[in-house]
């Protein structure tokens, strides 16, 4: 599934119905801070097209995992963060606490993190 999807918020989001300053937005990919940041430093990284989680990566051509992380790293270097560092965490699933089904990866940083893994 990566057709765009009215009722995801990510979705509205990418295709400008609903706010966001984007901190970086290119065809394949876009972050944008998260509305409830847990660091200084939080963006949301996604494709633009809608991907529900890691389990439909397949679904891409194989360099897509290498220029998601790429694009993270451009985004944290947006952001200042590239020397500071940053943490970058998927949720996927129930039991990872996914709350939107639109494939996303966290950016935390701008501050020490404490230890999570
Ligand atoms: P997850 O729990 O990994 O699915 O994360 C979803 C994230 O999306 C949460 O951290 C929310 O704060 C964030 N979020 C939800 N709606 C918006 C929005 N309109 N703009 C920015 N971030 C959002
Ligand atoms: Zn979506």
Redesign the pocket.
């Known amino acids: 599934m990566s057709a765009v999807v009215d009722e995801c ?2 979705c509205r ?1 990418i295709g400008g119905q ?1 706010p ?1 300053e984007f901190v970086l937005k290119e065809a394949e990919f876009v972050a ?7 660091a200084r430093v ?1 963006l ?1 990284v996604m494709p633009t097209a809608h991907i529900r989680s890691l389990n439909d990566i397949d679904s891409q051509d194989a360099g897509f995992g290498q220029r998601m992380l790429s694009f993270v790293a451009r985004a944290a270097a947006v952001s200042g963060v590239s020397e500071s560092g940053y943490r970058v ?3 996927n699933g129930p039991d ?6 639109h494939l ?1 990866l ?1 950016v935390l940083g701008g501050t020490l993190l404490g230890d999570l893994v």
Request: hydrophobic share 40%; net charge negative.
């Open positions: 918020v990510f989001i609903i966001a944008f801070p998260d509305i409830n940041p847990k939080h949301l965490i998927s949720n990872g606490g996914q709350e939107v089904d996303h966290h």
